[in-house]
C-alpha cells in the first residue's frame, strides 16, 4: 500500500517519464508537487524503491526507473540452504532475493576483470566484480584504485609508512607496490563477485 504522498510522486514520476523519456529530478519532484523539504522527497522516493515501484540505477536520478507492473527485475526465489560440505536436510523455503536491492545503488558499477592478480582471493580471469563508489578505504579492503590518473587495477589496500599506500595483488607470484598516496586515486570497494558457469 502507498501512502498519499507516495502516490503523488509515483503518478508524477510515471507522467514525467512518459513525457520526457527520462526520470525528473529532485528539484522537479518538488517544484511540481510543492515540496521544499528534500529529505521528505528522498524518504517518498526511497519508500516507492523499496516496495518495487521504482528501481535504482547508475547515474544518480536520472537512473531512477520505473518498474513496469507485475515486473520484477532481478528478484529471485530463494529456496533455502544447501550444504557445500555435511549434506544438511532439505527444507523449502518461501524467500526470495533482489538482487537489484542488495547489489545496486547510484553508487554501484561493474568491472570485468583481465589477468589473475588476485586468484588468491578467488577472482579470476572474466570474473564481473561490483564496487561502490568509495574515495578512501579501509586496512585490507580490495579496491579499484586509479594510479597517476591513467592505470586502474584491482588489489588489497594497505597504508604503508611515510605517507606511502601499498597495493597487494593476491597472487603469490607477484609482489606488492608501494606508492605515494598522492598518486593513488580509490574508486572503489568491492562488495561482491559474479562468475557465470554456463
Known amino acids: 500500500m502507498l501512502t498519499p504522498a507516495e502516490q503523488r510522486v509515483l503518478d508524477f514520476f510515471r507522467d514525467f517519464s512518459g513525457r520526457y523519456g527520462h526520470p525528473p529530478l529532485l528539484r522537479e519532484v518538488g517544484e511540481a508537487l510543492g515540496v521544499r523539504s528534500k529529505g521528505s522527497l528522498h524518504r517518498h522516493v526511497r519508500a516507492l524503491i523499496e516496495k518495487g515501484y521504482l528501481q535504482e540505477g547508475q547515474g544518480g536520478w536520472r537512473g531512477i526507473a520505473l518498474i513496469t507492473p507485475g515486473e520484477r527485475p532481478l ?3 530463494l529456496l533455502g540452504r ?3 560440505g555435511r549434506p544438511i536436510e532439505a527444507i523449502a523455503g518461501e524467500d526470495e532475493i533482489d538482487l537489484a536491492s542488495l547489489l545496486g545503488g547510484s553508487d554501484t ?4 576483470i583481465a589477468g589473475d592478480s ?3 582471493a578467488d577472482i579470476l580471469d572474466g570474473d564481473l566484480v561490483f564496487l561502490r563508489r568509495r574515495e578512501t578505504a579501509e586496512e585490507g579492503d580490495i579496491v579499484s584504485a586509479l594510479i597517476d590518473g591513467e592505470e586502474a ?3 588489497r589496500f594497505r597504508r604503508h609508512r611515510n605517507g606511502l599506500v601499498l597495493l597487494i595483488p593476491e597472487n603469490p607470484a607477484m609482489k606488492p607496490v ?3 598516496a598522492k598518486r593513488v586515486a580509490i574508486q572503489g570497494v568491492l562488495i561482491a563477485k559474479l562468475r557465470l558457469y554456463a
Do not use: E, N, R
Open 153 to 155: 587495477t584491482l588489489k
Open 118 to 120: 588476485m586468484i588468491g
Open 178 to 180: 608501494a606508492y605515494d
Open 82 to 84: 544447501i550444504a557445500a
Open 75 to 77: 528478484v529471485f526465489p
Open 109 to 112: 558499477y561493474v568491472l570485468q
